[in-house]
Each structure stands twice: as C-alpha cells, then as structure tokens.
C-alpha cells in the first residue's frame, strides 16, 4: 500500500530555514500531483504549495516568495525549502499526494505530518 512518510520539520528561529521531505513508497504507478498542507491550532488546514506531473507549482500567498516546492519524481519524493520563516508559519505541515495506482484510477493520500516551529 502506499505511504507517504515526512522529515526535515523541527524548531527554527524567525529568519531560519528548514527543508521538508515527503517521500512515498508503495505500489505507484505515477504521481499526479504532490503538496503541503498546514494547520496551526484554532486555524483551519490551509494548502501550502503544490506541484503537478505537468510541472506546474502553486503558492499559497502567504508563503509565496519564500517557500519553493520541488519534486523529484525518480525517487516518488516532494521537497519544500522553507526560507525566511516566521512564527506565523509554526503549523503541523502534512504531505499530500495523487497517486495513481493503475492506468486511470487515483486516490489522495496523506502523510502523518511533521512539526514545524519558529520561534526566538
């Protein structure tokens, strides 16, 4: 089955820089589209950034100038370096993946999530 496992969160100061992985493992076919989700407490779950198989990335403003999403589709894994990062990006981030397991048939998957913490 697949899986999707998350590393590279931890605690960083306001200015810092942390770089996420989320790699998948399983029967996979090919990767639609791989993202990242947040939440913060008493926040709802906001989409992050996300990348398709075409190549196409989508930022969310909040985050848009300082955060890069990469893949690398070889490995079945997504990157997201975390630049100038500010307290208001502490946050639960969450991998999220559309995997396609046989021609035409995909799902949506997630990942456990990794903590991510700015704070002086």
């Known amino acids: 089955q697949v899986q999707l496992v998350e590393s590279g969160g931890g605690l960083v100061q306001p200015g810092g820089s942390l770089r996420l992985s989320c790699v998948a493992s399983?029967?996979?076919?090919?990767?639609?589209?791989m993202g990242w989700y947040r939440q913060a407490p008493g926040n709802e779950r906001e989409l992050v950034a996300f990348?398709?198989?075409?190549?196409?990335?989508y930022y969310a403003d909040s985050v848009k100038g300082r955060f890069t999403i990469s893949r690398d589709n070889a490995k079945n894994t997504v990157f997201l370096q975390m630049n100038s990062l500010k307290p208001e990006d502490t946050a639960v981030y969450t991998c999220n993946a559309d995997i396609v397991s046989l021609p035409t048939i995909s799902h949506t998957f997630w990942g456990q999530g990794t903590q991510v913490t700015v704070s002086s």
């Open positions: 990348t398709t198989d075409g190549g196409s990335t």
């Open positions: 399983g029967s996979i076919f090919s990767i639609k589209t």
